[in-house]
């Protein structure tokens, strides 16, 4: 099968979203969100050797020229119990840092939904993407997209063998599409809160094509239970 590449030479590089972090890995590289001073949230799907995260980074391929990343590493990663390798159900993960990050214009916390997010909320999902030119060195681009989150009428017909109510589905009409290279694991902000964290693209998300996430706002007793306890 092609696989497309959704990488724009063109596209004027945005200021990263602060509370985005790049979890730089040995194996394939995943987008973290930042949820508090030394917790990251992520996909449990990750498997990230040697793990370095990465704050306040726009171009990970030329870290050199980058004037506000913070680089920090990891004490514990925390899976959700319920999660399995076998399924996209309860797909994410906690990340605790070695030290407390410093919060800047450039780092600051995602702010975690407190009630879902409804048919047709505008949401904004960024990751990074690769230049054509050479897939082995980490992304050259951080790139957005404006989506809506689709009906759960739609998305059931579309998905019946992936949807739980623990999930959400973000992009254009469900459909297959061509898969593409991006860093994988992307936060889905709907309305200015974290919503959901990407368990399964079908295609490009870049491309607006449908995103299967994580609905963050079931696990929230979780997450709030795992941060106070350790």
Known sequence: MEVVLT???????VITPPYMIYLKSDYLPCVGGLIHPLWVITAAHCNLLKL???LGVTKPSNLKEEKHIQVVGYEKMI??????ITSIEHNFMLIKLQTHI???????LASLAKEPATEDTMCTVSTWTYNVCDLYKDPDSLQNVNISVISETEWR?????YIRDSMMCVGIVP???LPCKEVTAAPAMCDGVLQGILTFGDGCVLRADVGIYTRIINYIPWIENTIRNN
Request: aromatic share 16%; hydrophobic share 25%.
């Open 157 to 161: 017909e579309a998905y019946k063998t």
């Open 175 to 177: 459909g297959r599409r």
């Open 102 to 108: 410093e919060l800047n214009d450039y780092v600051k």
């Open 7 to 13: 990488f724009d030479p063109d596209y004027k590089d």
């Open 52 to 54: 370095q995260l990465i």
């Open 79 to 84: 899976h959700h119990p319920q999660f399995s």
